[in-house]
């Protein structure tokens, strides 16, 4: 298995706060992704990075912000909970854009 | 239209069956092309890729159709653990992104 990991693996938070996830690979891929899942609506991709400090927006990507300073680092930040991103968050990291990706074991998020 | 669109199931077959999904993709361009399995509240995990002449991994078959801009796979002699989704993924052109199906739903029974 590919060596990513998340953290935290769940997570129950208030309207309003600040949430941090984090992504950490031991692969030295280049690219690393943040995705959400939601029923009916599939994986939908948040912000990915192609290297370091280089990061680009998804389709998803109002309301979170996101920041990688290292290689095997990648954060996701919800600057202020809403219960609209409740959801399952997970992480993927391809050595490049039309490479296989792998997946972290995710992080279930709870906004109430 | 969505990029990517596959037919959600469920599909119920016995153990022993053979199953067939087929993906299709809007963007003649697309490049590459994977099947991912998703196990109940677990990561997706790479199956397959998808390559021009069609591939096959063990009972797995991947196969390919520009033309008609899709992608199938074929499950032969289904087992009771390949119970799971399966995720058709198609990359975006331009750009660096992919985009994943909703996902097909496969049971398998004993």
């Known amino acids: 298995d590919a060596g990513i990991t998340q953290s935290p693996r769940h997570k129950v938070t208030e309207t309003g706060t600040p949430v941090t996830l984090r992504c950490h690979q031991t692969?030295?891929?280049?690219?690393m992704y943040w995705y959400r899942q939601d029923p009916g609506h599939g994986l939908r991709l948040i912000h990915y990075?192609?290297?370091?400090?280089?990061?680009d927006k998804g389709e998803v990507s109002d309301g979170y912000s996101v920041s990688r300073s290292k290689t095997e680092d990648f954060l996701l930040t919800l600057e202020s909970a809403t219960s609209s991103q409740t959801s399952v968050y997970f992480c993927?990291?391809?050595?490049?854009?039309?490479?296989?990706?792998?997946f972290g074991p995710g992080t279930r998020l709870t906004v109430t | 239209r969505k990029e990517v669109e596959q037919d959600p199931g469920p599909f119920n077959v016995p153990e022993g069956a053979t199953v067939a999904f087929n993906c299709t993709y809007s963007?003649?361009?697309?490049?590459?092309f994977f099947w991912y399995r998703q196990d109940c509240r677990k990561e997706p995990k790479l199956l397959m890729s998808v390559y021009s002449s069609g591939n096959e991994d063990g009972r797995f078959t991947a196969q390919l159709n520009r033309a008609s801009q899709y992608i199938s796979l074929l499950i032969r002699d289904s087992k009771l653990s390949d119970s799971a989704t399966y995720l058709c993924v198609v990359n975006k052109i331009p750009g660096n992104q992919f985009y994943f199906g909703t996902g097909t739903s496969l049971t398998v029974i004993p």
């Open positions: 990075s192609y290297g370091v400090k280089d990061t």
């Open positions: 692969e030295n891929h280049r690219y």
């Open positions: 963007n003649s361009a697309s490049q590459s």
């Open positions: 993927a990291i391809g050595a490049g854009a039309s490479y296989e990706q792998y």
